[in-house]
């Protein structure tokens, strides 16, 4: 998600009280979490497979999840995460089991212990009307676009897929997906990776999609209503896939939109050199008939309101900003959210990377005009651990990126650049965190850059930034 949503998110945000705890992860002990009461350590999740009905004339949902699961520990028990959506029948490997939610939260009793590794299988099947869930930062997840009996988008960070499916909502508890959307015929349904099948029966139609991922919950997409479809491929150069391209817009907006997004292509070849091979089969833009704050980064399906079309690319950045986070933010996804840094810092410093590549301000240009804005604001935050209330505060995407640009100019562009493409090639299609990225940068730039690091990271004042 880009930085200039996040005022409007802030802006009489009902903040909730989240307590810190400490819990279990595959490596031993991990810091206190951000967000603790989301997600569950005991088990991983290796797929989704999410049967969806949605009835536009009143709102409602009826789903079917079979969820594909490993357990990490010893279990007499299954907990998901589930908000404001009423589970109805569940199972455990075909064995129907006790089904009981509260506060978010859906826990199944097992029919037997599940031993740690034990691969299990789990049905539920839910209905309701979903909504958008509280959040620190306002409403967020399942949301209505343009006529209230139209369209519906879904907008999760970092704590909304719960509004619409019963998952394990952790950043790092990556899985594969595949959606069908059963909508009425005459709309559309879209989703995360490649479409399978359009198959109508009767009034309504089923949209199939699949995307092996790995994919966050949080990044899970679903939108409905009425679209243009523009579909190609773009080629990325030797050693690089083709990839399919596929944007999707309301009709009246279609010729600003194909203007807006048509550069789309040049922007995965550059990043493609920049960080490494684009991590998906597929990629592409849908742009909802309703005003966003901002962008939204879901994986392969980024989503732009209709108040950044123009017709004449003023928004341009910020589409080069949710390209970049196919790399940051999506294949390498943060293990927790307080090193949001990584996808944030990472994909605003994409939007200067652009501006040089297209031959307007360079990088470094940016840097320092971003620098000074920085300096005259308070010196208060770490931009590696900014406190959960703060992870979208606009110093960490500025400051995120001034770090990068940073070390850029300590060690070259080669080396910098190789780093980049490094971390990607490291640590794609999993999870990683701040101390992984430090420790990964000293190794490949051939000199001591911890401290300049670290400075950058953890210190509150603002560093000089080298001539």
């Not at 009835?55 to 990490?72: F, H, M, Q, S, Y």
């Not at 997840?141 to 499916?165: C, I």
Request: hydrophobic share 35%.
């Amino acid at each position: 998600m880009t930085r200039c949503s996040r005022r409007a998110l802030l802006r009489g945000a009902a903040l909730l009280p989240f307590a810190a705890t400490v819990a279990d992860g595959p490596a031993g002990p991990l810091p206190a979490r951000y967000f603790p009461r989301h997600g569950t350590y005991a088990h991983d999740t290796v797929s989704y497979d999410l049967h969806l009905d949605y009835r536009p004339a009143d709102g409602g949902l009826d789903g079917r999840a079979r969820i594909e699961a490993v357990a990490k520990e010893p279990l007499d028990r299954v907990e998901l995460d589930l908000s404001r959506l009423t589970a109805h029948t569940a199972t455990i490997d075909g064995i129907r089991v006790r089904a009981r939610q509260q506060n978010g939260k859906l826990y199944l009793a097992a029919p037997h212990p599940l031993a740690t590794g034990a691969r299990f299988t789990v049905d539920v099947g839910y209905r309701g009307r979903p909504r958008p869930v509280r959040s620190p930062f306002g409403p967020i997840g399942w949301d209505r676009t343009g006529d209230p009996h139209d369209g519906t988008m879904v907008a999760s960070q970092p704590l909304g897929a719960p509004s619409w499916f019963p998952c394990n909502d952790r950043p790092d508890d990556k899985a594969a997906f595949t959606f069908r959307i059963s909508v009425p015929h005459g709309q559309h349904a879209l989703a995360n990776g490649t479409l399978l099948e359009r198959r109508r029966s009767g009034h309504r139609e089923c949209w199939t999609y699949h995307h092996p991922g790995p994919m966050a919950p949080y990044l899970a997409a679903l939108y409905t209503g009425r679209f243009r479809h523009d579909s190609g491929t773009a080629q990325l150069g030797p050693g690089h896939p083709t990839i399919a391209l596929h944007n999707s817009y309301p009709a009246r907006m279609a010729e600003d939109a194909a203007h807006d997004l048509a550069r789309q292509p040049e922007m995965l070849r550059a990043f493609s050199d920049h960080f490494g091979r684009y991590p998906f089969e597929a990629y592409g833009a849908v742009v909802v008939d309703a005003e966003l704050a901002a962008p939204v980064e879901n994986q392969t399906r980024s989503v732009f309101g209709s108040n950044h079309i123009d017709g004449a690319r003023g928004a341009e950045t910020l589409v080069a900003h949710e390209i970049a986070h196919q790399w940051y933010g999506n294949s390498v996804s943060l293990r927790d959210w307080r090193d949001i840094w990584l996808n944030e810092g990472f994909a605003t410093y994409a939007e200067w990377l652009w501006s040089e590549h297209i031959g307007e301000d360079s990088a470094d240009e940016i840097a320092r005009r971003e620098w000074l804005s920085l300096r005259a604001r308070p010196q208060d935050l770490r931009v590696a651990d900014p406190g959960q209330r703060r992870i979208f505060d606009d110093r960490v995407y500025v400051r995120g990126a001034c770090t990068l640009h940073a070390l850029r100019r300590a060690v070259g562009d080669d080396r910098f650049f190789a780093v980049l493409r490094g971390w990607h090639g490291e640590h794609r299609g999993a999870s990683a965190d701040t101390g992984t990225f430090v420790a990964h940068a000293e190794r490949c730039a051939g000199r001591a850059v911890r401290p300049l690091l670290h400075t950058w990271l953890y210190d509150k004042p603002l560093p000089a930034l080298a001539a």
